[in-house]
Nanobody, 129 residues
């Protein structure tokens, strides 16, 4: 069946950096877009990044809330999807969740939950001021 699993979360201070990893044991990772979401209790899940299977820059997506601080990448040889988070702020505190899309690319409505076939359990990121 396969799964995706996040790692790399933790407790940091404002201005620090973290790199999250999403390791996939799915059979079709290399041909599917990957995405990062984050969830804060009491708030809607926020889609923050989407990277297509071939990492073509013109079809990637980074939320305005993290643009310039967060970047994503993938290593298709290792089935790992990354989120590099720099200059972290307290508002970035959330559970970060990766997901594998049913599609190769990231369309205009890429964050539709039903478009993802695998979801991780999430990793907690806490940023103290």
């Amino acid at each position: 069946q396969g799964q995706v699993m996040e790692s790399g979360g933790g407790l940091v201070r404002s201005g620090d950096s973290l790199r999250l990893s999403c390791t996939a044991s799915t059979s079709d990772f290399k041909t599917r877009a990957m995405a990062w979401f984050r969830q804060v209790p009491g708030k809607s899940r926020e889609g923050i990044s989407c990277l297509p299977h071939d990492s073509i820059p013109r079809t990637t997506y980074i939320s305005e809330s993290v643009k310039g601080r967060f970047t994503h990448s993938r290593d298709n040889s290792k089935n790992i999807f990354y989120l590099q988070m720099n200059d972290l702020k307290p508002d970035d505190t959330a559970v970060y969740i990766c997901a594998q899309s049913r599609f190769r690319g990231c369309g205009d409505n890429w964050a539709t939950p039903g478009d993802f076939s695998y979801w991780g359990q999430g990793t907690q990121v806490t940023v103290r001021s």
